[in-house]
């Protein structure tokens, strides 16, 4: 088996296991608040990258640190908006809304760093927003949109989305500078810390020791954060970023199949509309609009993991 064939079979699992992730965050929400499982969880995959990556992380620079951090702080908002929202949405739902980031990185670094943006691009990332409204915003007869519906767990996720572009984009300028294994490693322990000082702040902690907790935390340090981007890291080496983002791609629809058959979840017919527009706008950016590196690692951060 080719080195190329072989980082693709392992992006794919690493795809799936970040999307399956969403049933099992939302199943541990029985018995821990999001804030408080988010905090563990990332405490303990810090813990695992640590002991992996301990020849790069002994070698950490204070420049490396502060970029590290700064990452950190993105994705710390990210996550939180993340997994607070999704106790309020479904899994399929949350991980779709998620993949947005993929066409917003292209859009705020047009905005905030002036970049081009493709013909193709832009009719991308008008495609996938169009999804995102009739992902997020119900009809009524007689209307297109009853905004008095909109789930508060639909609106935390796409902030947590927009936190995900923003991240994606400082993570790719800092892994040109510093080693990737030292971002990775400081930014989960970054957000692990934040998550943790954050817990009184934004929600009434909530933990009761299980059986479902505990392999849902372990599971989810282990698997989709720890291996999964390490996985990443190396499989990317040999893939083409084209090749890696529609691999991506397949994420939210795993999650999908993960609720389907777990929890017996039904995409109706806007939603469903809404979730096939949002895979199409990806699509256009990604093949015709000339995507970057970053935006190929954007469907990669939309996980929980």
């Given at each position: 088996m080719s080195r190329s064939l072989k980082a693709q079979l392992l992006l794919l699992l690493a795809t799936f296991i970040w999307g399956s992730t969403f049933v099992v965050v939302k199943a541990a929400f029985q018995?821990?608040?999001?804030?408080?499982?988010?905090?563990?969880?990332?405490?303990?995959?810090?813990?695992?990258?640590?002991?992996?990556?301990?020849?790069?992380?002994?070698?950490?620079?204070?420049?490396?640190?502060?970029?590290?951090?700064?990452?950190g702080a993105l994705l710390f908002l990210g996550y939180a908006f993340q997994s607070t929202g999704l106790k309020l949405t479904t899994p399929s739902k949350s991980a779709f809304l998620s993949s947005s980031s993929a066409v917003m990185v292209p859009l705020f670094l047009a905005i905030f760093w002036r970049a081009r943006i493709h013909p193709w691009r832009m009719a991308g990332i008008a495609t996938a927003f169009a999804g995102l409204f009739l992902m997020t915003v119900p009809g009524r007869p007689g209307a297109i949109a009853d905004l008095a519906k909109v789930n508060q767990g639909d609106v935390l996720t796409i902030l947590a989305a927009i936190a995900f572009a923003f991240q994606i984009i400082v993570v790719g300028r800092a892994t040109r500078r510093f080693s990737f294994q030292q971002i990775v490693?400081?930014?989960?322990?970054?957000?692990?810390?934040?998550?943790?000082?954050?817990?009184p702040l934004g929600e009434t902690p909530h933990l009761q020791l299980s059986p479902t907790l505990v392999a849902a935390v372990v599971a989810c340090a282990a698997f989709p954060t720890a291996l999964s981007f390490g996985v990443q890291a190396w499989a990317q080496q040999f893939t083409p970023a084209t090749h890696t983002a529609l691999i991506f791609m397949l994420e939210p629809v795993f999650a999908w199949l993960t609720s389907m058959i777990v929890t017996k979840e039904r995409l109706g017919l806007r939603t469903g509309a809404g979730a096939l527009l949002i895979l199409a706008g990806i699509l256009l950016s990604q093949l015709l609009g000339g995507a970057s590196h970053l935006e190929s690692e954007a469907a990669a951060r939309s996980a929980p993991g």
């Open positions: 018995f821990a608040s999001p804030l408080v499982f988010t905090a563990i969880r990332m405490a303990l995959a810090t813990v695992i990258l640590i002991l992996i990556f301990r020849k790069s992380v002994i070698h950490l620079t204070r420049p490396s640190l502060a970029a590290g951090a700064g990452v490693t400081v930014q989960i322990g970054v957000m692990a810390l934040l998550l943790a000082l954050s817990v």
